[in-house]
């Protein structure tokens, strides 16, 4: 039996096409795809992602734990509030999860991780953590919205009280806050999924509707799993078990970047990592854009001639591009043009440099 996020009655209320999203029953979309994706893009739309789960994680330990059990440093998180995007890994430098990490204060951290992979991540966590001084508590009380677009935080400060409104409307980039609404118990990061600025706010789930249906009375538009894929993937960013998983490494996968070698620090599955790069990683991660007539989707085989085939790991129509694209695992030496097989049929694809679209705008060359 699938799950329901606080928000369950408010989607059919509004005539959601419901679907199964790792053991929940998610909107995919409110009646068209497309134009939801595009509010987002131009406007401002919102998301129910309270199918993800936050993991608060504290102690006098906390700092020393998740320097080890994470591919990415805290140390860097230097002042209260700070996000950092990074991968958990295990021995073998497989991802057994990507998520976002929030330093609140001195030894107090909260963690969101993905719907599908929650309860063997919370399993993990609390299996690594046991040699130090943290305590580890699942927060399914709570309830997120994640509201982006380029009005989108103006949208959303607008129903704060305007000592809330202001802070949040300072927030920089990948940084976190509370706010004095609901006792304290709202917190409002500037981070997101799609590409475009906003906010993902996390409150008591009984609390969820109430908001929810404010956001719309302000004109945010409620949007689906599937607007928030194509927008991910305009994005250049990695979706959990499509373009990394356990037998990936961050190397393969394009996350080089959230990796932390720096010395002092040995987190799991860093022998591992250290490993492929001095052999040299063998598979890199790339965007294609379709040249010829059809539809990108994963699990396509990408002929790169003389290096060797790969295979697409997302792909879909972008709404922003009108054009195909894709995320793609492909051999080292790749070139710049190569050749997908859809259902039979050799089409040239170009090699780009993710992201496709930030910002409402193209990033790569048509």
């Known amino acids: 039996m699938t799950q329901q996020t606080p928000l369950h009655a408010r989607h059919v209320e509004l005539g959601a096409r419901l679907v199964d999203f790792g053991g929940w029953d998610m909107p995919l979309h409110y009646g068209s795809q497309l134009e939801e994706h595009h509010a987002v893009r131009r406007d401002a739309g919102m998301f129910d992602v309270s199918h ?15 320097r080890q059990l994470l591919a990415n440093d805290v140390a860097r998180l230097a002042t209260p509030g700070q996000a950092l995007y990074s991968c958990m890994l295990n021995e073998h430098g497989g991802v057994i999860d990507d998520l976002i990490v ?3 204060a001195p030894g107090r951290y909260r963690l969101v991780v993905n719907a599908g992979t929650a309860a ?17 508590a699942e927060r399914g009380d709570l309830a997120m919205i994640a509201v982006q677009g380029p009005n989108a935080r103006e949208r959303a400060a607008g129903l704060l009280p305007p000592a809330d409104r202001a802070l949040a409307l300072a927030l920089a980039n990948f940084h976190a806050t509370s706010l004095a609404l609901l006792d304290g118990s ?42 928030r ?20 490494s961050p190397l393969e996968a394009g996350l080089g970047w959230t990796v932390s070698f720096g010395p002092g620090r040995d987190f799991v599955g860093r022998a591992a990592l250290e490993r492929a790069r001095a052999a040299g990683v063998a598979r890199r991660q790339v965007g294609l854009l379709l040249e010829d007539k059809g539809i990108l989707r994963a699990h396509q085989t990408v002929h790169a001639g003389d290096a060797g085939d790969g295979e697409t790991t997302s792909g879909s129509y972008s709404p922003t591009l009108e054009r195909s694209i894709a995320l793609a695992r492909v051999p080292a030496a790749t070139g710049t043009m190569v050749e997908v097989d859809i259902r039979g049929k050799r089409l040239r694809a170009r090699v780009v440099k993710p992201p496709f679209v930030r910002h409402g705008r193209a990033r790569i060359q048509l």
Do not use: K
């Open 120 to 136: 063997g991540d919370l399993r993990w966590i609390v299996a690594q953590a046991g040699a130090f001084a943290v305590t580890v």
């Open 186 to 227: 709202v917190f409002v990061g500037r981070t997101g999924y799609t590409g475009e600025d906003g906010f993902e706010i996390m409150l008591p789930a009984e609390h969820a509707v109430e908001l929810w249906n404010r956001l719309a009375g302000a004109g945010v538009r409620p949007c689906g799993l599937g607007a």
């Open 102 to 104: 929030y330093g609140r």
């Open 52 to 66: 993800m789960r936050a993991v608060d994680v504290e102690g006098p330990g906390a700092t020393s734990f998740l």
């Open 229 to 248: 894929d194509t927008l991910r993937l305009e994005a250049g960013m990695n979706l959990y078990g499509n373009d990394m998983d356990e037998a990936t």
